[in-house]
C-alpha cells in the first residue's frame, strides 16, 4: 500500500531526507520515531505528494506521489501536526466543504460527517465555530476531516498532540479500529507508549536517514540481547541460594533477598528447568516472569549509538578539512 525507494529531500545545501526506504502492507500500522529536525514531516510531506522528493520515488496504492499525485492524495487520509482549521466556520459546514473537495455526494458525505461525529464525541459541538474548540476538540476534527472520504492509507502525524487522556484514548481505539479495516497507517509520534501500543512495526529515524526497523520484539533483542527473567522465592529463603541452582541454565545477572534475574535465549525450553531443579531442592517458587523491557530502552540506546558515530564522523570530517589547511598552508 505504501512505498518508498532511496526517497531524498534537500533544501539548498541542507538534506533533509536521505535515500529512504520503507514498505507498509495493508492494514499495518507503521510508528515513524525521531529527534526533532530528523525528517519525518518532511517524509508524511512526500508520502502525500505534498512535497516533490528531490530523488527517489514513492508510490501509494499503487499511485506515484509525483506522477499521479492527484490520484495519490484521493487514496490518503492526512492528519498534520498543526491543522489549519478554518476557525470561522461550524464542525458541520467545514466538514461538508472538505467532502465536497473529495468529490464526494453531499448526501453520503453529511451520513459520513455524522458518523464521525459521534465517533469522537463531538456531535452535540456539531453546530459551533471551529474557534470555540479546545485543542483537543479540534485535533479530534482535524482527524474527522482526514477520514471523510475513508481512505485507504493514513498519515497521522502527531495525532494525539494536546489531547487530555479520555480524548487521546478515544483517538487511540479509533486508530485500532482502523488498522482492523486493512487500512495502512503510517504515525508520528513523540509518545513511545502510544507507538508502542498501537504499532506493528517501528522505524527510527535520524538525520533524515532510517536508521532502525521492525517489530518491538526484533529490535528489542538487537539491542538488548535476550530476554531477561525474574524468579521470586518465598521469603523465608535467600535468593542466593537459588544462583548455583542456576548454573549452566541461564546467566544470572542480578540476586537480591528474594529475586533472581538471569538472561536466556529460549525462556520456553529454560524456565520449566529452573523450575522444577528447584522445587527438587525445596525451594519454593512464588513468581516466575519476564522483566519488560520498553520501546523507550530500545529508542534512547538506538539514538545515542547513531548521535555518538555522527559526532565520531564529523569529528573526524574537521580534523581532515584541519589537517589539508595545514599542508597547504605548510606548502604555500
Known amino acids: 500500500m505504501i512505498e518508498a525507494h532511496e526517497l531524498c529531500k534537500r533544501f539548498g545545501a541542507f538534506q533533509a531526507v536521505r535515500d529512504l526506504t520503507l514498505t507498509i502492507r495493508p492494514g499495518e500500522l507503521l510508528a515513524l520515531l525521531g529527534p526533532n529536525g530528523a525528517g519525518k514531516t518532511t517524509t508524511?510531506?512526500?508520502?502525500?505528494?505534498?512535497?516533490?522528493?528531490?530523488?527517489?520515488?514513492?508510490?501509494?496504492?499503487?499511485?506515484?506521489?509525483?506522477?499521479?499525485?492527484?490520484?495519490?492524495?484521493?487514496?490518503?487520509?492526512?492528519?498534520?501536526?498543526?491543522?489549519?482549521?478554518?476557525?470561522?466556520?461550524?464542525?458541520?459546514?467545514?466538514?461538508?466543504?472538505?467532502?465536497?473537495?473529495?468529490?464526494?455526494?453531499?448526501?453520503?458525505?453529511?451520513?459520513?460527517?455524522?458518523?464521525?461525529?459521534?465517533?469522537?464525541?463531538?456531535?452535540?459541538?456539531?453546530?459551533?465555530?471551529?474557534d470555540s474548540y479546545s485543542k483537543g476538540m479540534r485535533q479530534k476534527i482535524a482527524l474527522v476531516r482526514a477520514l471523510i472520504h475513508d481512505p485507504p492509507v493514513l498519515f497521522l502525524d502527531e495525532p494525539t498532540t494536546a489531547m487530555d487522556p479520555q480524548s487521546a484514548r478515544v483517538v487511540r481505539d479509533a486508530i485500532g479500529e482502523l488498522r482492523a479495516t486493512e487500512r495502512s497507517i503510517l504515525l508520528t509520534t513523540h509518545n513511545l507508549a502510544e507507538a508502542e501500543a498501537l504499532a506493528d512495526r517501528i522505524a527510527i529515524i535520524c538525520g533524515g536517514r532510517i536508521i532502525a526497523e521492525g517489530a518491538l520484539e526484533q529490535l528489542t533483542r538487537q539491542l538488548l540481547g535476550d530476554p531477561v527473567w525474574e524468579v521470586r522465592v518465598a521469603p523465608s529463603?535467600?535468593?542466593?541460594?537459588?544462583?548455583?541452582?542456576?548454573?549452566?541454565?541461564?546467566?544470572?545477572?542480578?540476586?537480591?533477598?528474594?529475586?533472581?534475574?538471569?538472561?536466556?535465549?529460549?525462556?520456553?525450553?529454560?524456565?520449566?528447568?529452573?523450575?522444577?531443579?528447584?522445587?527438587?531442592?525445596?525451594l519454593p517458587v512464588v513468581a516466575i516472569t519476564e522483566v519488560q523491557r520498553s520501546l523507550e530502552?530500545?529508542?534512547?540506546?538506538?539514538?545515542?549509538?547513531?548521535?555518538?558515530?555522527?559526532?565520531?564522523h564529523h569529528a573526524r570530517a574537521a580534523a581532515s578539512t584541519s589537517g589539508a589547511r595545514r599542508e597547504a598552508e605548510g606548502v604555500a
Open 44 to 130: 508524511v510531506r512526500m508520502l502525500g505528494a505534498i512535497l516533490k522528493p528531490t530523488s527517489g520515488w514513492a508510490r501509494v496504492n499503487g499511485y506515484d506521489v509525483v506522477r499521479d499525485a492527484q490520484a495519490a492524495r484521493s487514496n490518503i487520509g492526512l492528519l498534520t501536526e498543526y491543522p489549519g482549521l478554518y476557525s470561522r466556520m461550524r464542525a458541520v459546514e467545514y466538514l461538508d466543504f472538505f467532502g465536497a473537495l473529495q468529490h464526494m455526494h453531499p448526501v453520503d458525505a453529511r451520513m459520513r460527517v455524522e458518523k464521525l461525529l459521534k465517533q469522537f464525541d463531538l456531535w452535540e459541538a456539531r453546530d459551533k465555530r471551529l
Open 237 to 282: 529463603h535467600q535468593a542466593a541460594a537459588v544462583v548455583p541452582l542456576l548454573d549452566g541454565l541461564a546467566h544470572v545477572e542480578y540476586v537480591d533477598a528474594t529475586v533472581s534475574r538471569y538472561r536466556c535465549a529460549e525462556p520456553h525450553l529454560v524456565n520449566p528447568r529452573i523450575v522444577r531443579r528447584l522445587l527438587d531442592h525445596h
Open 297 to 312: 530502552d530500545v529508542y534512547l540506546r538506538i539514538v545515542a549509538e547513531q548521535e555518538a558515530l555522527d559526532s565520531e
